[in-house]
């Protein structure tokens, strides 16, 4: 799969059984559809259901950052925005392939949703431990 941001060859990045496209160059995610619901749940977050259905009916963030392109069917993505302190802008397929995370945004994402939806035992540093090893923001 080629990045949408800087247009490099992704690596394939396995963790509990979910397949995840990694960038290297820019350190963006990409979750295929149903992807995130299955990383979350593997962490004990199985409450998030609902915010992640919100994330499908969410508007169309404004913002200057440059559309992407879906790496799947390539029209562009619209720009969304999850949380509120920080806010973080994520770009959805829209035609609901999947979702592109940049750099450290997965990280972010992964902390709003442990403080709100406290999770099962010690699988929220789990899982921040993967992704800050695996999805490292860029310096």
Known sequence: MICPVCKSDMIVVEYHNIELDYCTGCK???????????????????????FLDNILDSPEA???EKKRKCPLCGHKMKKITIGEQPKILIDMCSEEHGLWFDGDEVNQLIR???????????????VVSFLEEVFEAPE
């Open 62 to 64: 404004v913002s200057s």
């Open 28 to 50: 963006g995610v990409w979750f295929d559809s149903g992807e995130l619901e299955l990383l979350l749940e593997s962490q004990g977050l199985e409450e998030t259901n609902l």
């Open 112 to 126: 709003h949703l442990a403080g709100e939806h406290p999770p099962k035992q010690d699988s929220r540093e789990q």
